[in-house]
């Protein structure tokens, strides 16, 4: 879209009046109507129609006439509004050439009353090639849906908030001047994208100094989150400067991780396509998140900011927690203590109790073996005797039988007794 300037130094308070009611009924409207043009504008019917002729002639509005009889704001007419009112503040003085063109913005080089040339960046949110924003970003946040430009302006607020501190904190970025809508105004930056440059002089101290960027960076509390070759510039001295913020996120973010890691990989693989420089280090975000002396995050409400009061309340929940589970701990230890102690006692009392029983069976034995050898005493003696009564009884009973009857209880019971015969001789 070409932005035609020369047509605002035609247009009086009058049409910029019809312009802004527009505008304000599109709050609620796709198509404005006319009567109510009328009633914001306060201008009589006539006039208002001859403003709205104009303003339609130069394409600042679209009518619409067909089906309903209605006027919306085009990018035009809400880049003319912007500007009648950096004018009126004394920011600029003189609107330039294009000189920039991105997925989400256009840069014109712009004057102000003193002469001193700067920069007006416009917000374009909605193009063709840039239509995931109310996925991507979280500008809607619990609004279902809103217009473009609606959209574009809460970009344009996030960028001037974010590169107003990090210019006060001391970061390599354009100075701020003013924002107005859609429209954010700064310094112009005698440099050139980095994208552009095809040899650095030394490309390890380049790389040394965007990882240490990223790294101070996330010690203040933020993530770019879309660093890379097109979002760096370059000047003669090789110094570097920081552009485009509004994607922006806080390293509270539930992405963080993932955006930091990001940011790092598009600058380690663009030098290393580039400039054929690799470097095996790389910054953790985990280093470098926690409680930091500057929230920057937390004063320009980053997305997934956590306020002072929040992480507060993280960190108490976080503390109850732990007492509490170091209580039950406690007792747990406590238990495994009482149960350890009674496993002793038991072991002991089953050592105690082996030990007496062996001392038992050891006396038993004793007690056995002295038996036992009582016993054979017996039996030795026993056979001593024997041996001598069959030496005597032996000559006398070797050729005679006797037979005896005895009654005992009433039974006859015989005894015979024989010779043996020699060995070697048949019995008789």
Not at 134 to 161: C, G, H, I, P, T
Not at 163 to 173: A, C, Q, R, S
Not at 350 to 363: C, I, L, R, W, Y
Request: net charge negative; proline share 3%.
């Amino acid at each position: 879209m070409k932005l035609d300037v020369s047509v605002l130094r035609y247009l009086s308070s009058d049409h910029f009046r019809v312009l802004t009611a527009v505008e304000m009924g599109m709050k609620n409207h796709e198509l404005v109507p006319t009567k109510l043009i009328l009633s914001i504008s306060g201008l009589g019917q006539g006039l208002a129609y001859k403003c709205l002729k104009v303003l339609h002639r130069n394409k600042l509005v679209y009518h619409e006439g067909k089906k309903y009889d209605g006027y919306r704001l085009t990018y035009q007419g809400y880049d003319f509004l912007a500007l009648n009112t950096l004018r009126s503040r004394g920011v600029i003085a003189a609107v330039g050439k294009k000189i920039g063109v991105g997925k989400e913005a256009d840069i014109y080089v712009v004057t102000d009353p003193d002469g001193v040339i700067k920069c007006v960046k416009l917000h374009r949110l909605g193009r063709v090639s840039f239509r995931q924003i109310k996925r991507k970003r979280d500008y809607l946040q619990n609004r279902k849906s809103v217009s473009w430009f609606y959209m574009s302006r809460l970009a344009s607020v996030k960028e001037f908030a974010f590169m107003k501190v990090l210019h006060e904190n001391g970061f390599p970025v354009p100075e701020p001047f003013d924002h107005n809508r859609h429209a954010v105004v700064m310094q112009l930056i005698d440099a050139y994208p980095m994208v552009q440059v095809q040899k650095l002089g030394n490309p390890a101290k380049i790389f040394g100094f965007l990882m240490e960027l990223m790294v101070r960076l996330a010690r203040h509390g933020l993530i770019h989150s879309d660093l890379n070759e097109f979002n760096l510039m370059i000047n003669e001295e090789e110094e570097i400067t920081l552009i485009d913020f509004p994607q922006m996120v806080s390293t509270s973010h539930p992405n963080a991780e993932y955006y930091f890691d990001r940011d790092v990989e598009c600058v380690r693989e663009w030098f290393r396509k580039k400039f054929n420089f690799e470097c095996d280090d790389r910054p953790v975000l985990a280093d470098y998140t926690g409680r930091h002396k500057v929230n920057l995050d937390v004063e320009v409400k980053a997305s997934g900011a956590l306020t002072a009061k929040e992480t507060d309340a993280i960190e108490q929940y976080f503390e109850d927690n732990g007492r509490k589970d170091g209580g039950e701990q406690e007792e747990d230890e406590e238990e495994d203590e009482e149960e350890e102690e009674e496993d002793e006692d038991a072991e002991e009392d089953h050592v105690e109790g082996e030990s007496a029983e062996e001392e038992e069976g050891d006396e038993e034995e004793e007690e056995e073996d002295e038996g036992e050898g009582e016993g054979e005493g017996e039996v030795e003696e026993a056979a001593q005797v024997v041996c001598a009564f069959q030496e005597e009884v032996a000559p006398e009973s070797s050729s005679t039988l006797a037979s005896v009857d005895k009654k005992s209880d009433g039974a006859k019971v015989s005894t015979t007794s024989s010779a043996l015969p020699a060995r070697g001789e048949p019995s008789a």
